[in-house]
Every structure is written in structure tokens, then in C-alpha cells.
């Protein structure tokens, strides 16, 4: 609005030199109506800005990543910085090293206190976060969680995996290698994130009704190599009978297959895990791995920012959206990408 009324102002002021100079008579000739026109159409064009801007200033969103360390995090923010481009918006993507909720919301905060347009948060410990999703939503700044939901604070949408459905599928994919018989142990993420959580509620329902599918123990390594490997390496040790490995997060079936390999038992323990990371499919190929759900981060980092813009300017947005899943086994390892 700026730019037109400048460009108007111009435009009059051209006016009224032109019927200024031309003579010396006190009244000024007006302008053609079509050069009149012509100079609103142009002054038009050029307060025209990308769908994204306000008041001439591009949209500032913030995402708030639990562990930047992670390469699902870089998924993640390709299809971030992609919708960034797309709608034109400046995109702030910040989180610390290894999974710390306390230093995530002091991220968030200090997002809050910069006065970010709008805020993407993956909020692992649902309860932690509604106080900050709440302030942040009263002072103003819209708030969506991407991957990992807080469902009782005051944000506006959840986009990421169906995690109760998607670990269903991971369930189902091991009765049906299994022959539906099966001693488990299952290696999640932090105890308290939310959306690990009801991975292992979806097993526990694909099991259900199922007494020779049984799962011997749940074991939390915060999706950490190390503490993965280590875990394994404890479950194999008091579980002699364990024939089968389920992982909920990207490092759990990777450090199990490293326990496995170091006790020299590499094809005894069937394992499917959760996320494609690039080791995770290298694994697959040669076997190590039978498989993994494999979420859609480029996806649902894209839609996050996406939605953020239609937010901000003033449209209705789904209360939820499946990003979806997907089996990867080594018959589909090469081209689950794009089948799907």
C-alpha cells in the first residue's frame, strides 16, 4: 500500500508540473484518463508482494527442532526450506544438539521474545510444552506442531505421522515376517515424548488378541546411538530367548544391529526399526535390517510452512494432517520414494 500510494503521488505531482510548465496560465490541464489508469495499473503492479509478505516485510517463522543433530531433522528442513522459498518467508530453524526439552522451550521463548510471526514446534514431551504454546498463542504468534504433537495447548494444527497407526504397521510387519510368533524387545525414545509413545500403543494393539507374539521388554535409549547399542546389547543378554527387535525412533534398530554383529548373531534376531535413514537402508540391502517405517520429513516439513502462511493470512487450516507412512523392506528399498 506504501508503494501505491508513493507511486500515486508521483503521479500527480507529474501532473501538475506538466500543466505547470507548459504556459503561464493559472489552471492546469489533467491527464488523459488513460495515462491516469495506466499509472494506477502500474503503481499496482509494483505493491504487488509475495504471498507470504506483510506490509511489505516477509512472514518470520520459527521452527523449534528437538535435535538438529539428527538427519531426520535435515529432512525435515529441506521441505522447510523449500515451502520457505516457495512462499516467500524467512525461516529460522533452531534446536539444540542431542533431545533437551528444557533448552527447546528456552529456544521457543526467545522466538516468542523476537516477535516471530508464527512458530513450528516439534513438542516430544506434550505436557512440557503447552505452557509455552499457550503463551505464545495469547501474545499473538499462531503455533503448529510438526512430527510430535501437544494436543492440549492452544496451538492451531499437528501435521506429522498417525504415530498409533504407523506403529500398527510396524507391528503388523513383524507378525506377518514372524509367521505370528515371536519373542520381541523393543527399543523406543524418551519415555516421556508423546508420539514414541503411541508407536508402542500401536504395537501393543497389533498384538492384541495374539498370545504368541510377545513382548519382553520396552527399553527408552532417547534416540541416542550409543544408549540404543547398549540397551541391545543388555536385551540380548537377559532375553536369550529374543528372536525379534522393533525399534520407534531413527537410531534404535541401527545400534541393534550393531550389538547383534558384535556377539556374532547377525541373522538370528529379525529387527525392523523406524525412519529411513541412509545406514538404516544400507542396512536393509545387505540384510542386517528386515525392514523400517519410513515417515514422509521432506513432506511434512513443506506442509508445516505451508499452512503457517495460509495461518497468518487469515484462512482456516486443519486441526489434523496425516503425513503418512510406509513399509521399507528390501524389496521396495530402491523405490519406495517414489512409488509413494
Not at 499473538?140 to 498409533?164: H, Y
Not at 486443519?318 to 513399509?327: A, F, K, N
Amino acid at each position: 500500500m506504501k508503494k501505491k500510494f508513493l507511486a500515486l503521488l508521483i503521479s500527480a505531482s507529474i501532473v501538475m508540473v506538466i500543466g505547470g510548465c507548459g504556459n503561464n496560465s493559472t489552471e492546469s490541464t489533467p491527464a488523459p484518463a488513460e495515462e491516469t489508469e495506466e499509472a494506477e495499473n502500474s503503481a499496482a503492479e509494483e505493491s504487488e508482494e509475495p504471498e507470504g509478505a506483510g506490509e511489505g516485510e516477509a512472514y518470520k517463522i520459527s521452527f523449534i527442532c528437538p535435535n538438529i543433530g539428527l538427519s531426520y531433522w535435515t529432512d525435515v528442513k529441506e521441505g522447510l526450506d523449500s515451502a520457505a522459498a516457495d512462499f516467500g518467508v524467512t525461516l529460522d530453524f533452531v534446536g539444540p544438539s542431542k533431545i533437551d526439552t528444557q533448552q527447546q522451550i528456552q529456544m521457543m521463548e526467545a522466538a516468542i521474545a523476537n516477535k516471530a510471526d508464527g512458530i513450528i514446534v516439534a513438542s516430544l514431551d506434550a505436557n512440557a510444552f503447552i505452557p509455552v504454546i499457550d503463551r505464545a498463542v495469547e501474545e499473538g504468534i499462531p503455533v503448529i506442531c510438526l512430527d510430535a504433537d501437544s494436543p492440549d495447548s492452544k496451538r492451531s494444527s499437528f501435521i506429522g505421522t498417525e504415530n498409533t497407526v504407523a506403529g500398527e504397521t510396524l507391528g503388523n510387519a513383524l507378525i506377518e515376517a514372524m509367521n505370528g510368533e515371536a519373542n520381541v524387545g523393543i527399543i523406543t525414545g524418551a519415555l516421556d515424548s508423546e508420539n514414541v509413545n503411541q508407536r508402542v500403543d500401536g504395537v501393543n494393539n497389533a498384538f492384541e488378541g495374539n498370545d504368541k507374539m510377545n513382548i519382553l521388554a520396552v527399553e527408552a535409549a532417547n534416540t541416542d546411538l550409543g544408549q540404543a547399542t547398549q540397551k541391545a546389547q543388555s536385551m540380548l543378554q537377559t532375553y536369550p530367548e529374543m528372536n525379534a527387535m522393533l525399534g520407534t525412533t531413527s537410531n534404535d534398530m541401527i545400534g541393534a544391529a550393531q550389538a547383534i554383529k558384535e556377539q556374532g548373531r547377525t541373522g538370528e534376531i529379525l529387527l525392523i526399526g523406524f525412519d529411513d535413514l541412509d545406514q538404516t537402508l544400507d542396512l536393509i540391502r545387505n540384510g542386517e535390517i528386515y525392514g523400517t517405517i519410513a515417515q514422509r520429513p521432506v513432506n511434512g516439513g513443506y506442509l508445516s510452512v505451508q499452512y503457517m502462511v495460509d495461518l497468518l493470512n487469515g484462512e482456516e487450516i486443519p486441526e489434523r494432517v496425516d503425513t503418512g507412512c510406509v513399509l521399507v523392506t528390501k524389496d521396495n528399498v530402491d523405490t519406495y520414494k517414489t512409488e509413494n
